[in-house]
């Protein structure tokens, strides 16, 4: 079940946004103190601000955490720790980043009877999704071929070990990794001292303290339409956001078409193990950490609309916004009343 992420937009102006991606970076003056640090990491970009009152350049330590995070947990790089648990490596053994997010994913599928599950790698590489190949859709025999070696209860950590029901199972923690990411490095900024900072890893956000205008810091939300493809040029909306992360999950942008012309997106329902269809676009979650946000932003995206809505009912702790179509083609939005406070537009 991998998500698309809405937003990348990183080029900012002093005046600017992150608009899943773009960041108000306040003005001059006394935001001059702020240091801003892009680059590439686990397939996707970063954009990460920051205001340390000791003045350090701390490129060196963010770019050496993200190079460990994308050896331990990365599904592509063929000789991460996790590459070599889905091989059944003998010799691996899962680590502190491994162990926790698989405990934040059981915690959330179980809560979301199973909309959630990081079991699903084998069949995001029967549907080709993420590939170079032409996406395809699955026979209902292939299906159930796969379905023996899948679901997130046939796996877990006992004595330190990875425990497989099935060889063939395997683990792909895209849909939680980076925010997970952004909450470790939102942790070494903690660590250093600084107070004030937004990461944005693959357009997942954690963020804290004050902008360098002083407020809150200013996330824009992409309106999800389909040729909304520059990451802020069209938003939807502007949400004012500190101590919280943010993500947002949608299929708008992150689908392919197979040779037949069928849409194939990027969010596979666990239940039919098939990509979900519903009419809810796009699905913006704030929580207490990024990779709850995360979890619960693609969860969202599995279960549609009224199931989300529901969901959220029974989280007071989250906060989200849902943006979904109608039949004449227009949109709808639901926000939920916690989160009314921080739309700014």
């Keep these: 079940m991998r998500k698309g992420k809405i937003g990348r937009m990183l080029s900012i102006g002093l005046s600017g946004l992150l608009g899943i991606g773009c960041v108000s970076q306040g003005g001059s003056g006394e935001g001059s103190s702020y240091t801003t ?3 590439f990491t686990q397939g996707s970009t970063y954009h990460i601000v920051y205001n340390d009152p000791q003045g350090r350049d701390l490129r060196t330590p963010i770019e050496e955490l993200l190079e460990d995070f994308d050896n331990s947990m990365s599904v592509y790089n ?13 010799a691996a053994v ?51 071929s796969i379905r023996v070696f899948t679901g997130y209860r046939k796996a877990r950590i006992e004595g330190g070990r990875l425990v497989k029901s099935d060889p063939r199972l395997a683990l792909d923690f895209n849909a939680i990794a980076q925010g997970y990411s952004a909450d470790l490095m939102g942790a070494m900024f903690d660590s250093l001292g600084v107070a004030d900072y937004l990461v944005e890893i693959g357009g997942e956000i954690l963020c804290r303290g004050r902008n360098p205008q002083g407020g809150e810091w200013r996330v824009g939300i992409d309106r999800p339409i389909e040729g909304n493809l520059v990451p802020g040029e069209e938003l939807q909306t502007i949400l ?5 992360g943010l993500v947002t999950s949608g299929n708008y942008r ?19 193990l098939r990509p979900a269809v519903h009419n809810l676009l796009s ?16 969860a969202c995206m599995v279960l549609g609309l009224e199931r989300s809505k529901a969901l959220l009912a029974r989280h007071p ?27 700014s537009k």
């Design 37 to 39: 640090v892009d680059g």
């Design 78 to 90: 063929p000789s991460s720790l996790l590459t070599r648990l889905n091989r059944n490596d003998p």
């Design 94 to 144: 899962p680590d502190r980043w491994i162990a926790e997010c698989l405990a934040i994913a059981r915690r959330i599928s179980d809560d979301t009877d199973g909309a959630f599950d990081i079991t699903l790698r084998p069949l995001i590489e029967a549907y080709r999704i993420g590939s170079d190949d032409t996406p395809r859709l699955l026979s209902q025999r292939e299906i159930d």
């Design 240 to 244: 004012k956001l500190s101590d919280r």
């Design 254 to 272: 992150k689908f392919a078409y197979d040779e037949n012309g069928n849409k194939v997106t990027h969010t596979i329902d666990p239940h039919t």
């Design 283 to 298: 699905a913006t979650i704030i929580a207490p950490t990024a990779a709850v946000a995360d979890g619960y932003a693609t």
């Design 317 to 343: 702790e989250l906060e989200g916004y849902l943006v979904f179509g109608l039949h004449d083609g227009s949109m709808g939005v639901y926000t939920t009343p916690n989160l009314a406070k921080r739309i």
